[in-house]
């Protein structure tokens, strides 16, 4: 089968040293088997995303030789497709609309989700239609989950269940201000563009059980994923789009493309030495079996 894999980048700031390494290993995994790669700006959240940093965001996977062959429409123009599988899960019962408050949601007592997210409580799961009525407030929409395991193989983490009431809860689809969730617009976006590999970092992985229910509602295949490791500072945080110089602008100072794709091969296990390297030169030897599953000390980069 033609193997398609996606870039799904957001243009909310200069892109990262861990998103050059989910982009490098996206790349690597597509190229090595032959296959196409899908780019898509994920500008989802209009209060985060600007039109200059997907420019950017372009123009520095091209310096780093990261090249993608198809443009799928940005998830701002997108809409209509996202309204018509949210009404089909409507129609199917499975919507309902939320009026709880922020304070409500993370009342101290809440129970939490296995990634420490508040865990919904349900106030608003069967409220009739006489109590939806006298709400004045803007509602989001939920999706109601099953008390069901979902489980896949990842390609790089191995096997993961999670209970999808216990795990996560009934999880917002649309935003009070009409704006799309992410699990919606992804699982859409993925299917359309016929995507069979998903690469990203492992931050996504207690998210994907809620795309594979998703999938299975919506009649949309599968498709196959690798969640890799998440580059941390050596005290065990997570580095992020706050430290300035890790963004592409400072990382193009002070690298080549090829030393930066060496450096980044060589943390996950792909060279035994951090060296100059092209991208196609390391597709040549990608195997996902060389690449690590644990997250990664980046100390002086
Ligand atoms: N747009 C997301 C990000 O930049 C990635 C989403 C995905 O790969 O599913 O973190
Ligand atoms: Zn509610």
Redesign the pocket.
């Known amino acids: 089968m033609q193997q398609i894999g996606r870039f ?3 243009p909310s700031g200069r892109m990262h040293l861990g ?1 050059v390494f989910s982009a490098m290993l996206a790349w690597l995994s597509i190229r090595s088997c032959g296959g196409t790669l899908v780019l898509r700006i ?1 500008d989802l959240d209009p209060d985060r995303c600007r039109p200059a940093y997907a420019d950017t965001l372009k123009r520095d996977l091209e310096w780093l030789g990261l090249t993608w062959d198809t443009e799928q429409a940005p998830q701002s123009r997108r809409s209509e497709a996202y309204r018509e599988m949210f009404s089909r899960l409507e129609e199917r019962g499975l919507i309902y609309p939320c009026y709880c408050s922020r304070t409500e949601l993370h009342a101290a007592s809440a129970p939490h989700a296995s990634d420490g997210t508040v865990l919904y409580a349900g106030t608003c799961r069967n409220l009739t239609p006489e109590e939806r009525a006298a709400r004045t407030k803007a509602p989001c929409w939920r999706v109601r989950v099953p008390d069901e395991d979902v489980s896949f193989t990842d390609g790089v983490q191995g096997e993961y269940t999670q209970n999808l009431a216990h795990g996560c809860g009934d999880f917002i689809l649309r935003r009070a201000d009409g704006v799309y969730a ?1 699990q919606l617009a ?1 699982v859409t976006d993925d299917a359309e563009a016929g995507v069979t590999q ?1 690469v ?2 492992s931050d ?1 992985l207690s998210s994907t059980p809620r795309q594979i229910w998703l999938q299975r509602q919506l009649g949309f295949p599968e498709p196959d994923y690798y969640h890799v490791p998440l580059l941390i500072a050596p005290d065990g945080r997570r580095l992020s789009k706050r430290e300035r110089d890790l963004d592409m602008g400072a990382l193009r100072e002070r690298y080549t493309p090829e030393a930066l794709l060496g450096l980044l091969a060589h943390a996950c296990g792909l060279l035994s030495h951090s060296e100059a390297v092209r991208a196609d030169e390391l597709a040549k030897e990608f195997s996902w079996r060389m690449v690590r599953k644990e997250n990664i000390v980046i100390a002086n980069p």
């Open positions: 799904a980048p957001s998103n994920e992410y992804v998903v990203r970092g996504l």
